[in-house]
């Protein structure tokens, strides 16, 4: 039987503020690890949308994207279980609001912090992703893109597939 490479598709923010980014510490299957705010797109949402929706979830922060960072395609194979995974990540760039009262955390998020790009580098065996670094350094390098760059049709949205 034929079986079809199908990548995940993640979302991630990149924030900075005074010369330091938000990232989050989080449990994975490899202990704690750091990461952007990032996850996986969700049925029925744009990448911009699921970018900000991640960002809500994983810091109680609203964040509004305005420039894609670049798209980034890694793999991650894991020794416990075997398991190989693809993934294929929008990574967005933005302003950061305020914080929802009320929210907390979404699970597996165990804090946020604010760390230097020095920070950052220096913590590579601490990354969820080496798409952590990479990121960092495109925003550093200034790399951005026009939102429109990524299109997501209406029928991904919930438009009617086929109208009268």
């Given at each position: 039987?034929?079986?079809?490479?199908?990548?995940?598709?993640?979302?991630?923010?990149?924030?900075?503020?005074?010369?330091?980014?938000?990232?989050?510490?989080?449990?994975?299957?490899?202990?704690?690890?750091?990461?952007?705010?990032?996850?996986?797109?969700?049925?029925?949402?744009?990448?911009?949308?699921?970018?900000?929706?991640?960002?809500?979830?994983?810091?109680?922060?609203?964040?509004?994207?305005?420039?894609?960072?670049?798209?980034?395609?890694?793999?991650?194979?894991?020794?416990s279980?075997?398991?190989?995974?693809?993934?294929?990540?929008?990574?967005f760039?933005?302003?950061?609001?305020?914080?929802?009262?009320?929210?907390?955390?979404?699970?597996?998020?165990?804090?946020?912090?604010?760390?230097?790009?020095?920070?950052?580098?220096?913590?590579?065996?601490?990354?969820?992703s080496?798409?952590?670094?990479?990121?960092?350094?495109?925003?550093?390098?200034?790399?951005?893109?026009?939102?429109d760059?990524?299109?997501?049709d209406p029928?991904?949205?919930?438009?009617?597939?086929?109208?009268?």
């Amino acid at each position: 039987m034929d079986t079809r490479w199908k990548p995940s598709v993640t979302v991630a923010a990149i924030i900075e503020q005074n010369g330091k980014f938000l990232l989050v510490e989080e449990h994975t299957p490899e202990g704690l690890r750091l990461n952007n705010p990032a996850g996986h797109l969700d049925p029925g949402e744009s990448p911009i949308q699921g970018c900000a929706r991640e960002a809500l979830e994983e810091t109680t922060h609203i964040f509004t994207p305005t420039a894609l960072v670049g798209v980034y395609l890694s793999r991650l194979q894991r020794a416990s279980t075997g398991e190989d995974i693809t993934y294929l990540r929008f990574a967005f760039c933005g302003t950061l609001g305020d914080v929802v009262v009320g929210r907390t955390l979404d699970t597996g998020i165990v804090r946020t912090l604010w760390l230097s790009p020095d920070e950052i580098r220096a913590s590579a065996a601490r990354h969820r992703s080496p798409l952590l670094l990479r990121c960092m350094e495109d925003h550093l390098r200034g790399q951005r893109f026009a939102l429109d760059l990524v299109y997501t049709d209406p029928s991904v949205l919930g438009a009617e597939l086929n109208p009268p």
